[in-house]
Every structure is written in C-alpha cells, then in structure tokens.
C-alpha cells in the first residue's frame, strides 16, 4: 500500500463523510453536478459503464449518479481497506449494490482491455506525491476510458501555505461545526497530510493535455477545490 493510502487508516475513513463535508464547502453539490455532467453527456443508454477512482469513504459518486441513472453499472476503484469498506456500507445502506462491483486495489491492475464510458477521480489527485504520480494515474484512467469517453476530475489545487486566507478560511468551517483551536490545528494537519495539489488550473489542465483528454472545462470551486470535466481525445 503506497503512503497515500495508508494514511487513511480506520479512524479517518470513519470520519470522513463528515470532515470532508466541512474540508469542501460543497461537497454535495460537486457531486450532484458531475452526476447531472455525465447524465446530460452520455443520455439513457441503459449499458454505460462508470469507472469510481478513489470510490472509498462516503462512495458519493455512486449514491448520487445511481439514483439519478439506476440503469448504470460502477466499477468502484480503492487501494484503502477500511476506505473501501465505509463505501460499500454507504452503497448497500442505499440500496445500490446491485449497481456496483468494487476493487481493492489501484486502476492499474484493471485490464486495459475493459473500457469505461466515464471515470470519475474525485478527491484523490492531491493525495498523490509528485508529478510523474499524478500522469501515472491519469495515464492508467485514460487507457481503460473509451476514446471520446468523460472524465470528471476533483482535486485541491494551489499551494497550501502561498494562500493562508484560505488555509484560515478552512480553519474558520471547523469553528462553525463547534471544533476548539486546539481541534482546528489538528484537523488543519490531517488535510495537510502528504498532500501535494496541483500548482495551478494550469498545472492541471497541463497534466490532462499530456494524458490525452481535450481541454477540460471547470465547473465548481470552492476554495482550494477545483472540479473539471474533460473527454479523452478520440
């Protein structure tokens, strides 16, 4: 298990549907408006196929775009057990399972030769260190997404410590939920936990040019937090 994964022990899948929902003003609605992107893209086809990369905790993609398109199947993707699990309880309390087939594990270890509709990578490129970590996951999305096929990526973007407004902004939504200083400092430093965003919009729209999608188009932000939808080049 790569040091991204492992810090999403049992403790923090645990609390994960709550902290990201005051990490991201908006969490909810990033994923509802992916899920109306890819509904309004691919149509009523009753056999699209939707590839969910880092599927683990709340497996929001899956109970939004389930409900919304009950006729697609998902392939959930995640290398963290106990992430993996807290997404599974989350689909079967919602009646979903029958929608979906998990992984753990990593997208490379999907045969190539199984092909997706759309790839959904929500909340996971800032976890990966390094340039060439993010192009290694985007290359390997690319290869098992159909030519023509979606993408939605969602990521934090921008250094942490060039814009303290926001890093005290993040502060100030931990305050509203009732968290103490002390607490504030130390959910500050769980987000801040091997995390490496994208320099810029640039810097992902960069990394998507060199993986082979066309040029994405932002559709939500909020703070940090950037979402684009991009297709792969036919």
């Known amino acids: 298990m790569t040091a991204s994964a492992a810090k999403f022990d ?12 005051i990490a991201l003003a908006g969490y909810d609605a ?15 086809s009753l056999d699209r196929r939707i590839l969910v990369v880092g599927a683990g905790g709340t497996a929001q ?35 979903l399972s029958h929608l979906t087939t998990w992984h753990s594990g990593y997208v490379d ?29 985007l290359r390997a999305v690319a290869a098992r997404l159909h030519p023509g096929g979606m993408l939605i990526l969602a990521c934090n973007r921008g250094a942490y410590a060039e814009n303290l407004l926001f890093l005290k ?14 607490e504030v400092e130390v959910k500050r430093g769980k987000i ?15 990394l998507l040019a060199e993986t082979g999608f066309e040029q994405p188009r932002l559709f939500f932000s909020s703070l940090f937090w950037g979402s684009w939808i991009a297709r792969r080049s036919a």
Request: charged share 20%; glycine share 10%; with cysteine.
């Open 10 to 21: 049992a403790t923090r899948a645990g609390e994960y549907a709550e902290q990201s929902r």
């Open 30 to 44: 990033c994923h509802e408006l992916a899920a109306c992107l890819l509904s309004a893209d691919l149509g009523e």
């Open 61 to 95: 993609e899956i109970l939004v775009a389930g409900k919304l398109r009950p006729s697609w199947r998902f392939l959930a993707v995640d290398p963290s057990p106990p992430m993996l699990a807290g997404a599974i309880a989350s689909v079967e309390a919602a009646g």
């Open 109 to 137: 270890e999907l045969p190539v030769n199984n092909r997706f509709d759309a790839v959904t990578v929500i909340g996971v490129l800032h976890h990966l260190r390094g340039r060439e970590a993010k192009l290694a996951l």
């Open 169 to 182: 902004a993040w502060g100030e939504r931990w305050r509203m939920a009732g968290a103490s200083p002390e």
């Open 192 to 206: 801040l936990q091997g995390a490496d965003p994208p320099g810029s919009d640039a810097a992902v729209e960069s």
